[in-house]
């Protein structure tokens, strides 16, 4: 998993060079929400991803509740918490994260993960999935063409 742990790390530099060009408190679209309030989104994938994958490398299997995104986003409200520490504090997570995909070797790759009521899926799918929802998100709130 360390290319995937490479690509995680290089996703966090590129949000650390532009994120002085971003404008934090305006939504990525009519309606949508506020950029801080996606970057405030991923901050939560990091909590449940990065739980998710420690659980996972020690279980045998995992089971493990789904997330709430529109309520945990508004109850956190983000949008007032100021972009500066949610950067810095997304931007740690990740390289924790990082670390720890690093430790996803080929014999916990394939266990068994079922999130909520989804369909059971692997811990390998939901590591190289962590990058994948990442740069979706990343492609909402950062400059045209960053990515």
Same mark, same amino acid.
Request: charged share 20%; proline share 5%.
């Given at each position: 998993?360390?290319?995937?742990?490479?690509?995680? /790390?290089?996703?966090?530099?590129?949000?650390?060079?532009?994120?002085?060009?971003?404008?934090?408190?305006?939504?990525?679209?009519?309606?949508?929400? /506020?950029?801080?309030?996606?970057?405030?989104?991923?901050?939560?994938?990091?909590?449940?991803?990065?739980? /998710?994958?420690?659980?996972?490398?020690?279980?045998?299997?995992?089971?493990?509740?789904?997330?709430?995104?529109?309520?945990?986003?508004?109850?956190?409200?983000?949008?007032?918490?100021?972009?500066?520490?949610?950067?810095?504090?997304?931007?740690?997570?990740?390289?924790?994260?990082?670390?720890?995909?690093? /430790?996803?070797?080929?014999?916990?790759?394939?266990?068994?993960?079922?999130?909520?009521?989804?369909?059971?899926?692997?811990?390998?799918?939901?590591?190289?999935?962590?990058?994948?929802?990442?740069?979706?998100?990343?492609?909402?709130?950062?400059?045209?063409?960053?990515?």
């Amino acid at each position: 998993m360390i290319p995937v742990a490479n690509e995680l /790390r290089s996703l966090v530099d590129l949000v650390l060079r532009v994120a002085p060009n971003v404008a934090w408190q305006e939504p990525y679209g009519p309606g949508k929400w /506020r950029r801080v309030e996606v970057l405030g989104h991923l901050i939560d994938s990091a909590s449940n991803n990065h739980q /998710r994958f420690v659980r996972a490398l020690i279980q045998s299997r995992l089971d493990f509740p789904s997330y709430q995104q529109e309520e945990s986003v508004s109850v956190q409200a983000y949008e007032s918490f100021g972009a500066t520490g949610l950067i810095e504090l997304w931007a740690g997570y990740n390289h924790l994260i990082a670390h720890v995909m690093e /430790r996803i070797g080929p014999d916990k790759q394939m266990t068994p993960c079922r999130i909520g009521n989804d369909e059971e899926t692997t811990l390998e799918f939901l590591a190289t999935d962590y990058n994948r929802h990442l740069i979706h998100h990343l492609k909402q709130i950062l400059p045209e063409n960053s990515l």
